[in-house]
């Protein structure tokens, strides 16, 4: 089924609408919290939030496995417990920043969010179920059941063995100290520190070894980088580095234009990279001509939570100002000023753009 | 300023856009709760959520009162407390599927949610202030400040004397049994029961008894029923009477339309108005040619509180439908087929239309 391309200048469809109403980004103002709050972290449901009897439920772990597990959500509570700051951000933040806007989702920039999140490392309940040496992907299966690209399918992703092995890859059942909400996943998600959205699976139902890679749709269709509907592509795995920056003063209502009076302000926002930590954030005031060298705030909460920057900004003069920021990692990724096109219109990791009217 | 009026067909803009990502309505699937999880109930923010320091906020009762008062949130916490389940759903909910489209908030159905709200009423604080017999009008302002219709300002609405004074008026600082989360207008907000969502200020700062009708942005520009920009118009205030549906079955991605087995279905929903008791539910599949009497759940959790519903519909043949629903309250309103047009695209409470594929 091919995607659907809108051409230059057209405006959001009363499908991509259906999403956005439903589906929602993290007010940037948000980018003040160093954890996220509930309600606030961004959200993207692919099908419905499914219903799940907290009870009845079980996870199943099995496949190429000794010894298959089905286990409670009191099961998984007693297992060893550990507590993480991860920033999670969707693939397809960006999206509707492109010139010719692939039909899906359309987020701008706020797709995103940090959240502490408590559950069991992946890897205990793997050696528990003792994972067979023939295992080279671990399969993730969700409660969420719908229609896309045609085909009628549960969600579902896979991880590599040796991503699924990682210390860090959490089965989770709090989010903020709290039960994980219903749209976040209860009673319980994957997550893989580093990765986009898409790879931390909601409402797991099953976990499963299998002997060769994954090939679904979200796999296989969804999710990869390429420019033609016949290209194999490249799947999508770790987060681009991308800075966003707290719209500085107040905004208009409709056009969210900034109005800034006259005198030093500071401008301050977070950065991310899932590759490697942030290496530094450089802010221009002119759209992107000159660029000067943020602070970056203290240790960030995990290596795999975003960090704080800031910089003081002392306008000229009045009048309009392009704000920008960008990221790079210590990986030597950088944020580019234009995005590369792709047809999923993912990572697109262009810098922030936020107008400014001093006066 | 004179609004912007989409033409029919017209695609989204990007400045409504920018407000569907970071606003969000209630994903319908979500009308299953009788009381919708933090981070489910919709959200407008005219503004930016606003830095609240707790320790030092306060809220001044000022204006026409025997004895001004300056009240931390403990002061206010110390005060007799009352829980409430109340729905709340935005004037403007509705507005994008108005075919000459006003540009502000795009909402499609989403913009309602009810959460279990506790704090002290408004009376007592009045009364204990000492309100003037002068007063005709209970002034509210939040925090929160922008620029809209070309006026800087703090969101600010009033109350008519008598509405304030009713009972079930509340300043909230719990919801759902936590602390309000800042998007909802922490650490204090009005809730006035029955009214349309502008009415329940957030982030309270200050409460003025004044002798006249407040005549600010939000009171005589923004929030009127008008067909002209120069027209005086309407003000609004109490919710009209809507029924949602949960979309029954599974979705396609993109499109949002539903796949249902060809069995009978179990239709379920929820109806509320802000005016009266909803004294009926009916369902239609033909897209609101015939309809059928749905049966009414148990008692609402409060008079201000969503009433369920429920309807066995037993798809005839495999096929497209339409199905529909609408509500009617004691007071004699009912939902139409097709709205009533106005210039802010306010109050659209035409019965919603599910496309259901039967197979």
Redesign the interface.
């Known amino acids: 089924m091919a995607r659907e391309i809108a051409e230059p200048g ?16 993290m ?4 980018l ?2 160093p954890i996220t ?5 961004y ?1 993207l ?5 499914p ?1 799940v009897e907290p009870e009845s439920w079980k996870l199943e772990i099995g496949g190429l496995v000794e010894r298959p597990l089905e286990l409670s959500l009191a099961d998984i509570r007693a297992r060893p417990a550990e507590e993480l700051v991860v920033t999670m951000e969707c693939a397809g933040n960006g999206r ?1 920043r492109l010139e010719r806007r692939p ?2 989702q ?3 920039l ?1 797709a995103v969010g940090t959240a502490r999140w408590r559950g069991t490392p992946l890897r205990t309940l793997l050696e528990e179920a003792g994972l067979a040496d023939e295992a080279v992907e671990i399969l993730f299966t969700g409660l969420d ?5 045609g085909i ?1 399918q549960s969600f579902q992703r896979s991880l590599p063995r040796e991503e699924a092995l990682r210390d860090e890859v959490l089965l989770v059942y709090e989010m903020n100290g709290e039960p994980l ?4 996943g209860f009673p319980l998600r994957l997550v893989v520190p580093g990765w986009y959205g898409m790879t931390n699976v909601k409402w797991l139902a099953r976990i499963e070894a299998v002997d060769r890679p994954f090939e679904g749709y979200q796999q296989s269709t969804a999710y990869r980088l390429r420019l033609e509907e016949d290209e194999e592509g490249r799947p999508l795995d770790r987060m681009l580095p991308r800075s966003l920056m707290i ?1 500085p003063g ?7 234009e900034r ?1 800034v009076p006259l005198e030093p302000c500071l401008l301050e926002g977070r950065a991310w990279s899932g590759t490697s930590p942030v290496a530094g954030v450089e802010v221009s005031a002119d759209g992107g001509e000159n660029w000067n060298e943020a602070e970056l705030g203290q240790e960030a909460d995990s290596a795999w939570a975003w960090r704080s920057w800031s910089y003081r900004w002392e306008p000229p003069a009045a009048g309009t100002y392009e704000l920008c920021s960008r990221a790079r990692d210590e990986a030597g990724n950088e944020q580019p000023l234009e995005p590369d096109w792709n047809l999923g219109g993912y990572v697109n990791n262009a810098v922030q753009r936020v107008r400014v009217v001093v006066s």
Do not use: C, K, M
């Open positions: 057209a405006g959001i469809t009363l499908e991509e609408l259906q999403l956005a109403t439903r589906n929602h980004g007010p940037l103002e948000a003040r919290y709050p509930v309600g606030l972290h959200l449901i692919h099908y419905d939030i219903v509707a039909i899906s359309p987020w701008l706020e059941r719908g229609v896309e690209g009628a909400p219903p749209q976040h719209p107040q905004p208009e209502f409709l056009t969210r109005n």
